[in-house]
Nanobody, 116 residues
Framework: QVRLVESGGGLVQAGESLRLSCAAS????????MGWYRQAPRNQRDLVAR???????NIADSVKGRVTISRDNDKNTVYLQMDSLKPEDTAIYYC??????????WGQGTQVTVSS
């Protein structure tokens, strides 16, 4: 069974940085796409950034220029470096991984809170 374990969330002040990590285990194969979504209260879950196994990325306009997504394919781990954080970045951040068959897996979520 595939499991995604997230780490790195927390409480920071506006302008500070955080690095989220997500490790996928239990899969015989490397994940194709890995990325991060976020959901604020009363909002839908939206894409933050995504990276494919070949390194191509897709980053939401709302965070473009402030986040960097990277991955270690050997470790099936994805990282999200977030800089210049804003209060509107406050949300639960969910790790997502899609395997070669197109099946999506989700982490349990990690809270990111940015105070003004």
């Amino acid at each position: 069974q595939v499991r995604l374990v997230e780490s790195g969330g927390g409480l920071v002040q506006a302008g500070e940085s955080l690095r989220l990590s997500c490790a996928a285990s239990g899969s015989r194969f490397s994940m194709n796409g890995m990325g991060w979504y976020r959901q604020a209260p009363r909002n839908q879950r939206d894409l933050v950034a995504r990276i494919l196994s070949d390194g191509r990325t897709n980053i939401a306009d709302s965070v473009k220029g402030r986040v960097t997504i990277s991955r270690d394919n050997d470790k099936n781990t994805v990282y999200l470096q977030m800089d210049s954080l804003k209060p509107e970045d406050t949300a639960i951040y969910y790790c997502n991984a899609r395997d070669l068959y197109g099946i999506d897996y989700w982490g349990q979520g990690t809270q990111v809170t940015v105070s003004s």
